[in-house]
């Protein structure tokens, strides 16, 4: 199975901040990458598939990139609902794994 | 509100439980399905694929030969039928439709809110 490695785990930041979450696969899964963002009690919400491109109606402060084993998700300016928990997953090989989470809390 | 799952509850060790997840949208039938779970704090995990057409199914090892997905799609639902249960399995399941194309643009674009199955004695 493909694992994906997170990082960080827990992400301290502020309104108006610039954040990137890392996500690492075992092995590579060219880009076939998705991000998605869960609030508390719901249920996850698709962000960017194709490991760049970005799901219609998600604010554009939202970007991704990467390809091979290596990814980011990139917020440029975190907005109040954005402190969630973030996943990323691969869809290349089944099954089709989740990263681990990163929790983007209040600093 | 497009996926609706159904089915929760509190089932003893051993049991067994269905859920459902209809589709009140125009476009079930020419989606693979998913089952994905997340146990109490914890993160996501895939469970089970159905192909559009019910003809392809894939499942976690960790539900393989006890937990089966199936569909019917004149009735617009999924299934995921749940035997022999273990406390490991309490979790919220959610349905998911995948996109499926050619290529990475493959995504889950749409979940249902999810349901909580909870194995206990």
């Known amino acids: 199975d493909i694992q994906l490695t997170q990082s960080p785990s827990l992400l301290p930041a502020s309104v108006g901040d610039r954040v990137i979450i890392t996500c690492r696969a075992s092995?590579?899964?060219?880009?076939?990458l998705a991000w998605y963002r869960q609030e508390p009690g719901k249920a996850p919400e698709l962000l960017i598939y194709?490991?760049?491109t970005l799901q219609t109606g998600v604010p554009s402060r939202f970007s991704g990139s990467g390809s091979g084993t290596e990814f980011t998700l990139t917020i440029s300016s975190l907005q109040p609902g954005d402190f969630a928990t973030y996943y990323c997953?691969?869809?290349?090989?089944?099954?089709?794994?989740f990263g681990g989470g990163t929790k983007v809390e209040i600093k | 509100v497009q996926l609706v799952e159904s089915g929760a509850g509190v089932v003893q060790p051993g049991r067994s439980l269905r859920l459902s997840c209809e589709d009140s949208?125009?476009?079930?039938?020419?989606?693979?399905m998913h089952w994905v779970r997340q146990a109490p704090g914890q993160g996501l995990e895939w469970v089970a694929v159905?192909?559009?057409?019910?003809?392809?199914?894939n499942h976690a090892d960790s539900v393989k030969g006890r937990f089966t997905i199936s569909r019917d799609n004149p009735k617009n639902t999924l299934y995921l039928q749940m035997n022999s249960l273990r406390p490991e399995d309490t979790a919220v399941y959610y349905c998911?439709?995948?996109?499926?194309?050619?290529?990475?643009?493959?995504?889950?674009?749409?979940w249902g809110q999810g349901t909580l199955v909870t194995v206990s004695s």
């Open positions: 998911a439709r995948e996109i499926t194309v050619a290529g990475p643009d493959r995504r889950f674009d749409t």
């Open positions: 949208g125009l476009t079930f039938s020419v989606h693979a």
């Open positions: 159905i192909s559009y057409d019910g003809n392809y199914k």
């Open positions: 092995q590579g899964i060219s880009t076939y």
């Open positions: 194709a490991a760049s």
């Open positions: 997953q691969q869809l290349n090989f089944y099954p089709f794994t």
